[in-house]
């Protein structure tokens, strides 16, 4: 099976600061990765080094066979197969739900407008808002706004979908929505990486789950044996504080 | 005549006002000309401006931050003055139309190139992240998705700035321009009475009243609900 994410010995330094030390993350098709670890464990930044939003020190990233770092890559080119949501959904606020949706297929991917807003209405028929296509994000909920943020990624038919933290910023009964739209996007076979504190989500839906701490990965396997039978105490602990919640 | 009547003769005198009244519209007429050429020379200057330090090359954005900051701290009337009596030293001579045009537009430029920077900058990163991660570079993210909302922002800041610049306009009258303020001037020498003056007055009025509201239509029009 290939790979479709293949990131290896990434580091990444801020200024004195060491996020990434030396990080490895393979991704295959129809594969799900979970990340989970404390805040400051550098999870979003290796998820942003995955489609260059963050630039790394060093190491190598590619994606569905192209050389994300290679100084003759297209980044722009590249991104489009690498769809990204955030934790604040980042839609513009002066453009509606379609037009969120139909920009980068129009700028980026070439389609007339008639083809963009069909296109447009499809990805957001399968978040389940076609009927929210001519609204702007100021008239819906944060759950149907990240719901318009992955239409508007998967709208570009990417190859791979990074999710940081995307129902973070919701409130508690809106996450199910949004987690009801990544499970359906799972089954339609997307290769995806997930940061997340979502942890019934990982049990139920991840292939395998990181656990980062300090800006290395300390521990990997299927969800169950991270849960249940956690190998290193940092993994131990930090299962055991967000489990008493 | 009572009080109420010399301050009518002195301020309202119809007779004087009607013969002076056609000199007062050729200086609304250079006015307006004046006005519309700083307004559109000036608001693109600075926003080409503040585009091109959006690039964040350094070696561009030192000297536009100087330019910006020497005509935002020179009075406007001491640049008029410099171009159009300091120029002909280097063989340039404008005209005072020309001289008032360039001292305002480098002045609305300089003013509304902030304005527009400030705008740009006040646009979340995530704006712009969400945009290049869907493929889209640095050029369609600006044009697409900051610069609409960023000018949005700018235009309530921009409306009194343009308006408080464009009416600059009548320090033109100190190089002898024959635009309101410097017709009704010398109408007054001529008649010997200030009623001139209240006609120009009328006639700034008439110029950016509608500006003013235009601006104030402008600023609801173009809000949006986040």
């Given at each position: 099976m290939g790979l479709v994410v293949e990131a290896r010995g990434l580091h990444k330094h801020f200024g004195a600061l060491h996020?990434?030390?030396?990080v490895d993350l393979l991704l295959a098709e129809r594969e799900l990765v979970f990340v989970i670890g404390p805040?400051?464990?550098?999870k979003s930044t290796l998820l942003r080094c995955l489609n260059r939003l963050e630039e790394p020190s060093s190491g190598s990233v590619v994606v569905d066979g192209v050389d994300l770092l290679h100084p003759r890559t297209n980044i722009n080119h590249a991104r489009q197969r690498i769809g990204m949501v955030f934790q604040s959904f980042n839609?513009?606020?002066?453009?509606t739900a379609l037009g969120n949706v139909t920009l980068a297929l129009r700028k980026v991917a070439g389609k007339s407008r008639a083809e963009a807003d069909e296109a447009g209405r499809a990805a957001l028929a399968r978040v389940g808002l076609a009927d929210r296509?001519?609204?702007?994000?100021?008239?819906?909920?944060g759950g149907q706004q990240q719901r318009v943020a992955i239409a508007r990624a998967i709208a570009l038919e990417p190859r791979v979908m990074l999710f940081d933290?995307?129902?973070?910023?919701?409130?508690p009964e809106l996450v199910g929505s949004v987690l009801g739209v990544m499970r359906d996007l799972r089954e339609s076979g997307m290769a995806m990486v997930v940061v997340s504190h979502e942890m019934g989500f990982a049990r139920n839906a991840a292939d395998r789950v990181l656990f980062m701490d300090h800006g290395v990965v300390v521990e990997e396997g299927p969800p169950r044996a991270i849960f249940e039978a956690p190998t290193h105490e940092r993994t131990r602990a930090f299962i055991g504080q967000i489990q008493k919640h | 005549m009572s009080n109420w009547e010399r301050f009518l003769d002195t301020f309202f005198n119809t007779k004087v006002m009607a013969k002076y009244a056609p000199d007062i519209a050729y200086g609304m007429l250079i006015t307006v000309e004046l006005a519309a050429l700083v307004i559109v020379s000036g608001l693109l200057a600075g926003l080409a401006l503040a585009l091109v330090r959006s690039l964040g090359f350094r070696v561009l954005n030192l000297p536009i931050v100087f330019a910006v900051d020497l005509f935002r701290a020179l009075p406007p009337l001491v640049i008029i003055v410099f171009i159009y009596f300091g120029l002909p030293a280097v063989d340039l001579s404008p005209s005072a139309f020309v001289s008032t045009w360039l001292s305002l537009m480098f002045v609305l430029m300089a003013f509304s190139e902030e304005i527009f920077w400030a705008g740009i900058t006040s646009i979340p990163k995530g704006q712009w992240e969400a945009a290049r991660s869907t493929g889209l570079s640095f050029g369609q993210t600006l044009v697409n998705v900051v610069l609409p909302q960023a000018l949005r922002l700018t235009i309530p800041p921009l409306t009194n700035r343009t308006i408080a610049i464009t009416k600059g306009t009548a320090l033109g009258s100190v190089v002898a321009l024959n635009e309101i303020l410097g017709m009704a001037s010398s109408a007054v020498s001529n008649s010997y009475n200030p009623s001139p003056l209240t006609l120009g007055a009328a006639a700034y009025l008439v110029l950016f009243l509608p500006m003013v509201i235009v601006g104030r239509w402008l600023e609801t029009r173009m809000r949006w609900k986040r």
């Open positions: 996020v990434l030390k030396g805040s400051g464990s550098g839609l513009y606020p002066h453009m296509a001519g609204h702007k994000p100021g008239e819906l909920s933290e995307p129902t973070s910023a919701l409130d | -």
